[in-house]
């Protein structure tokens, strides 16, 4: 059973087309209906809403769910839409339901007869969906006030792009909070490719693969892309393998559309860093208000950006935008683009981020640099027996690495010996001599050692 009343909700990504279960989410909500409070936070696109929607489906409690927008963001608007939903739910006398268009009528008059009427309803559960939209303090209180009042057989979940001021602490030191954030949302893999066996595409494994490492369970994502490809095999017409990389071009163009110029700039040079830590962006971009911009950007809700799960992690882009955003720059200024890619290196390097600054210098088009960053590391990484590193890090270089850079060839010999390949290792080292001779040669200096 369900009641509501909606408001004007803004502009959202919309619900996925294709509903797959989630079991493992289910489960979760399930183990925990004593929790008064449950709050669900992730960017735009991760089925906050959906989830609930099925998990309501199968749960025989009813459901009350305030629809927030924009025009609630002040105490009287919120009032009104509260008492709205709840006269709806017939819980309301008629005294209470005059207070609904009474203004004059102080807030603290109105709350207890609020949270009373669901006393009547219970067991139930009252949704605020779209609590982002709640931006002042004051209407934040009223929420939190009508938390405290509402009876104990009433749970309450809190849905929304970032964590809300409600009180979260007086829950959790009651032991009666549960936080799902986009990590818990994201799709698992047996849950995504059940996704793409919905739409019809499970046949393109490959793809799929790809896929599924580039979108990190972002769910609205994996559905439109399941969806292109369901599109263009059914379309007689088209020819030819299905370009994934217009598709995230694509995506990103719509993702930025509403966003302001200055914020998609800073997400275009922030994409050189494999994390967006607000100190190294600053010391990167020239500039002092990385932190600001962030904070701005997380509260947005833009999928762009992979929310941190703890408050001592960086925030990062989502693999899939982080190379889309890299591209862009790339094609629109390839000299910055250079130059922020050498720079991070640096400072990845002095922060003893070895593969990161690796990655930089590879993206800056400078393999010399970035073989030198592995051959200083490959004796402790060999040393400590992780060759697997070493072989990540060697196949980020070009395939004809070896043959131009010394430090290369002789990051490749300690490999070898790595994994007891003597007959390779002593290749690699000649392979380096080699090349030391060459420049040598094409120097001048006759120095081959």
Known sequence: MSTEVSR????????????????????????????QLITITAPAGYGKTTVVRQWQAHDSREFIWVNLGGSDDAPWPLLHHLASTF??????????GSLRVSDGSPAYEVMPPLAAALDERTPCVLVFDDLHWLRSLRTLHI????????????????????????????????????????????MDDAEARRLFETAGVAHRERTIDEILRRFEGWPLGLNQVAMALASWD??????????FHRFVDQATVDLL?????????????????PELDPLLLDELLDRDDSTALLAELLSSGSPIL?????VEDPPRHLHLFGDALRSRLKARDPELARDLSQRASSLLEARGET???????????????????????????????????LDEWLD???????????????????????????????????????TISTRACDDGSGDTT
């Open 143 to 186: 929420i939190d006030g009508l938390l405290r009042a509402l009876p104990l057989d009433c749970q309450v979940l809190v849905l929304g792009r970032g964590s809300p001021a409600i009180g979260l602490g007086r829950h959790a030191i009651q032991k009666d909070l549960l936080q799902l954030r986009a990590t818990d949302l994201a």
């Open 234 to 243: 059914q379309t007689p017409t088209q020819s030819g393998r299905f370009h």
């Open 306 to 310: 992979r929310q941190p799960d703890t």
């Open 8 to 35: 004007p909700r803004g502009t959202s990504p919309g619900q996925p087309t294709i509903i797959v279960p989630r079991p493992r989410l289910m489960k979760r909500l399930d183990e925990v209906s004593a929790a």
């Open 87 to 96: 006269e709806q739910s017939g819980a309301l006398d008629a005294h209470v």
């Open 355 to 389: 593969e990161a600054a690796v990655r930089a210098s590879v993206t800056a088009d400078d393999p010399e640099r970035a073989a030198h960053l592995i051959l200083r590391a490959t004796i402790p990484l060999v040393a400590e027996g992780d060759g697997s590193c």
């Open 257 to 273: 559309q509403a966003t302001d110029p200055t914020a998609i700039d800073f997400l275009e040079k922030s994409a050189t860093l």
């Open 396 to 434: 980020m270089l070009p395939p004809d690495a070896a043959n131009a850079c010394p430090s290369a060839a002789a990051a490749q010999a300690w490999n070898c010996l790595a994994r007891g390949d003597i007959q390779a290792m002593r290749e690699a080292i000649r392979l380096a001599r080699r």
